[in-house]
């Protein structure tokens, strides 16, 4: 076990679906979704007056839409949403921009929501690589930005969030926040060169976060503007490594998750903190921070931090990202599992 993930060889038998060879192009990627985005007629949609911005899609396909909302909370001007259900809030009017996106193009609740932007009048962008959501779309004239095939739905995240992101730069929605997009990149490329599968166990952050949490629950928690960073790592964690896991975020966490470290470590002793660190942190935050790790060290299994990199917001976001995504991966792997299988969500679908 000790050595599982520097053995390349075992690692492509049990990553069938190249999870790995995916995430080492995630910056490229990134790339080509923003050059691809680009191309999409806005037509029916630019030039309209928008008082609300809705992200109406499901498990994988609504973390592009949180991540936005996180990045641009002090920024955007515009109320953002995210919709994840069958039903879009109340607030849809023909004034609302709404992004449905469902990687597959198939998903029930997606396609609900889509029906029900189409009933409201709602200028709507679709993202999908296909399925019903790319018929209605075409049937309807709605712009459709293609994501490529290929991937699993999580692992799609580049082309999804940047497909989202370009859509609305070219909307004037992100404002001056674009001009972070070059720095997230490069950052995004350096990380590769630490974490990648090629980079042995002992130099490799990601490898070493994920043998510590072996055998534990992870609990990841992460401060406002890596709220979806955390819930994303943690469906990750779900997914691609098969753990159950929670997520939640700071200050919110000092209110309520803080009382669990009441309890004692025959509870606690299965958990493993997974603390996503953001130099950017308001003092007060950073100075919480060290109390609830002061309350939950004598008991938790393991606490460990990850810091994000980059000085600009969505840097900082996407490194811990890309960071999560391959913690999650090498987790998976040393459990002895195909990162990409789904069967539990394959069958609940089919319910
Ligand atoms: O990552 C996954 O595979 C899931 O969380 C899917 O994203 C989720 O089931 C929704 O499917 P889709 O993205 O095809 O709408």
């Known amino acids: 076990m000790d050595n599982l993930l520097d053995d390349l060889r075992h690692i492509e038998t049990l990553d069938k679906s190249c999870m790995l060879q995916i995430l080492k192009r995630f910056p490229e990627d990134c790339r080509s979704a923003i050059n691809r985005a680009k191309k999409v007629s806005l037509e029916g949609i630019s030039g309209k007056r928008f008082t609300k911005i809705v992200f109406a899609g499901v498990g994988g396909s609504s973390i592009g839409g949180k991540l936005i909302i996180d990045w641009l909370w002090r920024e955007c001007t515009v109320p953002m949403v995210l919709s994840r259900g069958y039903h879009l809030p109340a607030i849809v009017d023909d004034e609302t921009l709404v992004f449905t996106v469902s990687y597959s193009g198939n998903t029930e609740e997606t396609l609900s929501m889509l029906e029900e932007a189409l009933n409201?009048?709602?200028?709507?962008?679709?993202v999908t690589s296909g399925g019903a959501m790319?018929?209605?779309?075409v049937e309807n004239g709605l712009p459709l930005i293609s994501l490529p095939d290929g991937y699993r739905p999580r692992a799609a995240i580049s082309h999804q969030f940047f497909s989202l992101a370009t859509a609305m730069h070219e909307l004037d929605l992100v404002g001056i926040s674009w001009g972070e997009v070059p720095e997230a990149l490069s950052t995004l490329e350096a990380i590769r060169d630490e974490i990648s599968m090629d980079v042995p166990q002992e130099e490799n952050l990601a490898k070493k976060v994920a043998l510590r949490l072996l055998d534990k629950i992870p609990m990841v928690y992460g401060s406002s503007l890596l709220e979806g960073v955390a819930y994303r790592l943690r469906s990750q964690l779900n997914e691609n490594s098969k753990?159950?896991?929670?997520?939640?975020?700071?200050?919110?966490a000092f209110h309520n998750a803080v009382l669990g470290s009441e309890r004692d470590s025959e509870v606690l002793g299965n958990l493993a903190l997974l603390l996503l660190r953001d130099p950017g942190d308001d003092e007060g935050v950073k100075r919480k921070i060290e109390r609830f790790k002061e309350l939950f060290t004598p008991k938790v299994g393991d606490i460990i931090e990850v810091e994000a990199r980059g000085s600009g917001k969505l840097a900082r976001i996407l490194s811990l990202v890309y960071f999560g995504d391959y913690i999650s991966t090498y987790l998976g792997l040393l459990y002895g599992h195909d990162p990409s299988s789904n069967v539990s969500i394959d069958k609940l679908k089919q319910v």
Do not use: L, N, R, Y
């Open 120 to 126: 409201a009048g709602a200028p709507t962008i679709t």
């Open 243 to 252: 753990v159950p896991s929670g997520s939640g975020s700071f200050p919110e």
């Open 134 to 137: 790319s018929e209605i779309a």
